[in-house]
């Protein structure tokens, strides 16, 4: 193993936070601030509760959820794509670096950010509704699943785009939409018998019911399948990085 | 002297078709300067991207210091520090933290006394602290030689290193790359810069097409190419050449008022003694004379302008 590069690629990829603090870190927060704002202390105080908690309470996975996915999924790509389109990259594929050791680095930095933004937002939430976590090593178990799985899914998107479009594009058309069609802000049974059948198609279905399941003890789906899935996207999407460094797919002619 | 790269029968074809590559084998000595020299779109960086790992190749093999590059990536590429054409940096980090990321990535524990002297032998130090956005063309090609320097590589490969640079830095690049090989590090450059080749290198290689047309020492290749030209200008017009100085191969220039003496360099020069004496003998009184010698430009010229000849091995001068 090369750990001197793991370490001076995870550590390069860390300081870009530390320089972007207000838009990697303040933003998320203060936009995730607002949901609890609206939907939680505004709009909730007038929805009865869901599963048994209130609904500011219900929500918090699903937002931390939320933000997990979508900064996981920024944070990978952006930290491939610009070197990429820099082209400043040559450096890193003429490092006596390995395919495992670049994606170690590169998805192990965006999944810590993503980790650790999560956490603050839970923090966060905690100033706004009660809430309880039955399951805290769990949560942390999943929290790390999700951010280092799509991390892996950024990172692959960085790979594919070539150009600044295509890298928004996803997250904006596809991640997002899923994210809020995912059981964020409702449990899934509260759908009709048929858009709930359409629900299970979407994979972040079972990481927010997991995930809700360590806070309450509670899942719209069973641990087991969720944990068996999560675990299933991490290994597809770990098969298609390989096929990439393999093939050279958009880094080697 | 001990070879460090061995290049055979590579070959690169791209995607859509283009031979970039044609069945190209060298071998680069270790500790000397090797300049490879070509037309745009020769194949001089594709052949130094395949041995640096950024480019895949077709078919043939590549050994560095008896690493394969591919099955033995690490050790291989671990020797090599590579300054790209373009002026690819990242543009928001600093000098240092630009450059010590580099010595990380190649696997060298830290060392900022190492940096710092690098720094300061490429009259970066006073900009250690500036992002790399806010340099001008010329610091970001200096910091692309202390990044490629930074893990004290024993190979350098340097693509055009002074394309749009100017007359100061192409000076201390120039230096650099001398104080490297007195350092023992073996230097590759590539470029379409004759006067570069012929300044700094100890052997040329001249590429086109994707095919290796020749490999020569310099200086034997001046000798043995760079044909040589004495013109005397005479006092007296001449109608045609006296039969007496037929064995010169002589000819008459500006209607007889110059006479021309071509010779190859190789140990001719003590027949322009001969000549003289004879065009003495034979009353022939000349006002003015002078030499020329056909650059490395003009016979690099020569060689592109020719069908490439079939591949075959180059790395040793014959």
Redesign the interface.
Known sequence: M?W??V???YL?EM??TR?TLLQSVLAPVISTTLYFVVFGSAIGGYIPEVEGVSYGAFIVPGLIMLSLLTQSVSNASFAIF??KF???I?????????HFEIVLSYVGAAATKSVLLSLIILATASVFVPFRIEHPLWMLFFLVLTALTFSMLGFILGIWADNFEKLQLVPLLIITPLTFLGGSFYSIDMLPPAWQTVSLLNPVVYLVSAFRWSFYGSADVAVGVSLAMALLFLAVFVAIVMWMFRT?YRL?? | MQTIISISELSKT??GGFAALKQVSLDIRRGEIFALLGPNGAGKTTLISIV?????PSTGRVTVDGHDIIDD??????M?G?V?Q?L??????SVW?TV??????????ARPGYIEQLLKDLSLWDKKDAKLMMLSGGMKRRVLIA?ALSHEPRILFLDEPTAGVDVELRRDMWQLVRRLRDTGVTVILTTHYIEEAEEMADRVGVISKGALILVEEKAALMQKLGGKQLTLQLQTALQAIPPALARYGLRLAKGGAELIYAYDGEGEETAIVDLLQELSAVGIGFSDLHTTQRSLEDIFVSLVAEPASAPQRMGEVS
């Open positions: 090369n001197h590069a370490r001076a690629i390069f300081a870009r320089r610009f070197p820099t082209r400043s040559y450096e890193l594929l003429s490092a006596p670096v390995s050279g080697k002619p | 791209y995607a640096c790992g950024l480019v895949t990536y690490r050790a291989a590429r671990a090599i590579l790209p373009e690819t940096t990242d543009a928001f980090e933290n010590s990321f580099s010595r990380g990535l190649f696997g060298k524990p990044k």
